[in-house]
């Protein structure tokens, strides 16, 4: 089989999964409808109950899932390929908990309630803030420790606004939030949050789409992409802005959920032949299928208490990041 | 029209600021096609400087020119398809194999994510094979020896096809056998009417093989002619601060330098 | 070194507490820890005996009685603002303050406790009981009666529709809880006991929509702000409000078990006057039998 063939298998196998997911991530919910009655009612047209548990509450659910998920992985990828970097993602860097302040300042203060697209603007205004002033202070051809360091710094300070804001809120439940945005959700969500933040989420991945081949070429430094005619201003415009539009739409309506974007092209790495361009595809319906499984599996597991995403992904998460630094730091010396 | 054709690359009044300070100061040379140039200098003289400056990495002032036409004036892609550049310590970041990376040579004739061409397919088996790289072609280009690494980054410089290549110390690293493969590539390429730019430490190599040399000091080229004319006992002391060995071997000049002055 | 200072503290604050003659008389500098007692304390006494309520019972959107405790000093719940109040009565809820209560209690403080109200039984308990502590037992038992009164007055009407507490962030309340008890009287059932929750619980809102309730009572929502408000405005819960009424009945007055309870009480028999008589609904539910009587 060529290497080609078998990408296209692996990228069938890929999709395959998250429809699969997808439909059970439909099938699962605490009014315990039946599969045939519920798939069917998806399309029905009548107000009646199904149909709205169906269409108003599990269809935004699983549509979110996958949107964001494929966002968590594809930004990791491309974030990767273009730092040329293994640690990179956009919660490590603090990407993802700035995007968390921006949609909190939007939504605390009331600016969304009068311009709802405040919320992912906001967002993406974070978002945007943390990718400039992590490649700022990592600086060209960062270190892993370096960018690490930017990443938690970025990530703290955030994370201090965050909370500040929602202490000094008078409504009595703020406070409480700070675990969504630190963790995320998807629960209750509704197709008015699809609607915000997808368009931002779409046009993030036609941006990261676009460097596939840059992030190869960048495979050899960037004076090499730069002679093989990759405009870098342009590729870093595009990372920048796709992640930022991508992650912070996504941010906006599920909070911060980490290691997705860090996992998945790792995992998937090897199976694409480590090419980035490639591994951008892979990583978006990689990404879409694990935060999918994570969402079926909060449910599952404790269906009574709103378990955080960013619970399960950290569980999983934080051992591989760790077991990532040791080999890392192994390479390195 | 003069009549008279353009030379194939024109650098005139060239300076490039690093840090304020002018680290090419107006400097001017031609490349004629069909020939392999050695760019000599000591350490912080400027070779990659001007390197990078001739492929407009670099913001420069004054003006590059490819067959006649403004390289400032021409895209990115098509600047790609005359101009190939071999950067010195040359990484490769992911695990790649040998041959994936070579095809990304192949970038600027390539459209999209589609696959490749047959004249992609060509160009990198012809690329392979001068680099001696068969053998090795499915394995990753991180797990090879630092000679079969720059050997792969070559192949990688080859299969972009273009008239000029741009080398950065291309031999460093490589064993005596590959550093003069390395040369007879260059000639060969010479040969079918292309061009080298290389920059070069190794004097003996450079008297060898080049056609013609540059001799960059603090950031202008203080001779420029072929190893005759530049490789100077005076030249070597004052550039360099070295004393040399010269003699005549049945491949041509010799040039070992043997002390510091 | 913590140990030492607390006995030092405790050295002086029983130094300052014995300058007090022991009230060998009704209790006349009464503090109140807890929203709920405050309440009852303000129906029982003379302002001139409390020394000083909970802070909360000052706040309009926590307390029924703000008007009343606007004169009285605040306490917010320390121990050490307590004490030099000399207080000969300390009253406080079983799960209010713990740390204050028992710094009070190890110091020789007299604290009497109360256990939140679930029925109204217990209302009439409590009320009786703080009548004896605080020596007004006529009056508590006036208030009782007067209760009592009011409770038989309401009608028990034979169809008692179906309604459902949904408070932010998806929850509603179980059986043995006051805004149950308070359903039940209005002559309502409540969602959350027949769906067997214990409780504050979670209700999903699938779950709301699919037991199609005939009355949502919806949550407080503040003014600013805060995902936990989000379920309100979601697009599903429209579909349902297009079907069942839909009331706000202040938390204020289910708070706590005092006689005010009954405001909200009554506030919900005349919501579900409103309702429509039953009609058999297209899709048939265990929720929609039998017809609704008004009186």
Known sequence: MTERARFLLLMTMLTVLVGVLFVASLLIGPAGLGVSASLSALFAADGDVVAIVMQEIRLPRAILGAAIGATLGLSGAAMQGYLRNPLAEPGLLGISASASLGAVLAIYTGVSSVFSLALPLMALGGALFAVVVVRLLAGQNATPLSLILAGVAVSSLAGALTSLVLNLSPNPFAALEIVFWMLGSLKDRSMTHVWLSLPFMVVGWVMLAHVARALDALTLGEATAASLGFRLNRVQALVVLGTAASVGAATAVAGAIGFIGLIVPHVLRPLVGSHPSRLLGASALGGAAVLLAADIAVRVIAPDRDLKLGVLTALVGAPFFLWLIFKTRREMI | ?261 | MVSAVYHRLRAVLLLLASSVPVAAEPPQRIVSLNLCTDQMLMLLVEPARIASVSFLAQQADSSVMYKEAAALKPNYGGAEEVFVLHPDLVLAGTYTARATVSILERLGQRVEQFEPATTLADIRAQLLRLGDLVEERPRAEALVAAFDDQVQQLDKPQHRPLAAFYFANSYTTGRGTLPSAVLEAAGLRNLGSELGLEQTAALPLEVLLTAKPDLVVKGRTYDRPALAQEIFVHPALAYLDARSEEAVVPDTYMVCGTPHVLRAVERLVDIRRGLAPAVPQPVATRFHSGAMTVR
């Open chain 2, 1 to 261: 029209m003069t009549g008279v054709a353009a030379p194939l690359f024109e650098v005139s009044g060239l300076s490039v600021a690093l840090g304020g300070r002018d680290v090419i100061d107006t400097l001017s040379y031609t490349l004629e096609a069909g020939t392999v140039v050695g760019l000599i200098g000591p350490n912080g003289s400027g070779k990659s400087t001007l390197l990078k400056a001739a492929l407009s990495l670099l913001p420069y002032r004054g003006s590059i020119r490819y067959s006649g036409q403004d390289l400032a004036g021409i895209t990115a892609t098509a600047r790609a398809k005359c101009l190939a550049y071999l950067p010195q310590d040359g990484e490769v970041i992911w695990p790649i194999a040998v041959e994936d990376v070579v095809m990304l040579g192949r970038a600027p004739h390539r459209s999209g994510l589609a696959p490749p061409s047959q004249a992609d397919v060509t160009a990198v088996e012809s690329a392979l094979a001068a680099m001696d790289l068969m053998e090795v072609r499915r394995r990753s280009a991180r797990m090879l020896s630092g000679g079969e690494r720059s050997r792969v980054l070559m192949a990688r410089a080859l299969a972009q096809q273009t008239p000029l290549l741009l080398a950065d110390e291309p031999t460093t690293g490589l064993d005596p056998a590959h550093q003069i493969a390395l040369m007879e590539t260059f000639r060969g390429m010479a040969r079918d009417g292309k061009t080298v730019l290389a920059s070069l430490h190794d004097l003996g190599l450079a008297a060898q093989w080049c056609d013609r040399l540059l001799l960059l000091h603090q950031g202008r080229i203080v001779l420029a002619g072929t190893a005759q004319d530049v490789l100077t006992p005076k030249a070597l002391e004052q550039v360099y601060g070295v004393e040399a060995y010269f003699g005549e071997s049945r491949a041509g000049r010799v040039v070992v330098p043997i002390a510091r002055i």
